[in-house]
């Protein structure tokens, strides 16, 4: 999953722990979603996480997907993770609904942060479908503080719509709006006025991140932070040949039309962690010494792009002819 910021200044601090992960218990949520709590083989502790925060699942075929945590964060021996089925997927959702049982194990890396919850007195969390699964923890964590939070939770049918008996406990500071209830949503109608010291978090599909961006472009003043699931549509855009050279050698290599710059470091020995492979993840955050980026993630706010002191080499390329990375 993928996060883009608004107005917050974000500290990434992605952490490289990582081994071996065995499922513990598994249970259907809803129809085509399964929670799967998660420990060490052996009971050791696990890292520290906050709200926000995902892990890396590493199936024995090698596919990586994240995954964001839920549960009791308290827990140190503990990950809990909630799984949508998608059939037309990459597999990796498959694998877990199908194949992955009680005992069986899984590598993991993370746990790491690119939607951390800010401190505000007001809160609004939107989540659409799966997309709650970061904001459970948001709630519980503001709950903790006594902040004020409302949820607007989106979907099409009230059957597919996970955790909506916890969520039943919090009354009518839980807006639930379904298509086939209630019709369409204008989402606008429900989101903060300009002045408003609102943050607002949100986490879902697709049509929904992008027309809470319409809106956002169009006031510009609220709060705003989300995360999305899938690359950003800048990854699509034409590429060219370009140079990038490593600081730390002096290295230049050459980075084709045709290739990433992961795929061309890898090409001449040099390796670089990656995990989505679809600048969303944040795995392969890599300093910026000099040259103009060509930034293609979804992770990085507007101000971020603009001071290009770091990017995402599986995906982002160059715009400059010479890319200088902190490597």
Known sequence: MSTTTTDFTITRRNSAHGGTLEVRARREVVRDVIELT??????????????????????????????????????????????????????GSEYLHTRLRVGDTVGFGGPRNNFRLHPASDYLFIAGGIGITPILPMIHQAELLGDTWKLLYLGGTRSRMAYLDELAAYGDRVQVHLRDEHGPLALASRMPGRDAGTAVYACGPERLLDEMARWHDARGAARVRWERFTASAEASKVRAAFEVELAGSGQV?????????????????????????????????????????????????????????????CISRAVSPRLILDL
């Open 38 to 91: 998660l420990s060490r083989p052996e009971g050791e502790r696990l890292p520290d996480w906050a709200p926000g925060a995902h892990i890396d699942i590493v199936l024995p075929n090698g596919t990586t997907r994240q995954y964001s945590l839920l549960g009791d964060r308290w827990d140190p021996y503990a990950f809990t993770i909630a799984v949508q089925r998608d059939r037309a997927g990459r597999g």
């Open 253 to 313: 290599v050459t980075v084709s039309a045709e290739e990433t710059v992961v795929e061309a470091l890898h090409r001449v020995g040099i390796d670089v962690l990656t995990s989505c492979a679809q600048g969303i993840c944040g795995t392969c955050e890599t300093g910026v010494v000099s040259g103009i980026p060509d930034h293609r993630d979804a992770l990085l706010t507007a101000q971020e792009r603009a001071a290009s002191t770091c990017m995402f080499p």
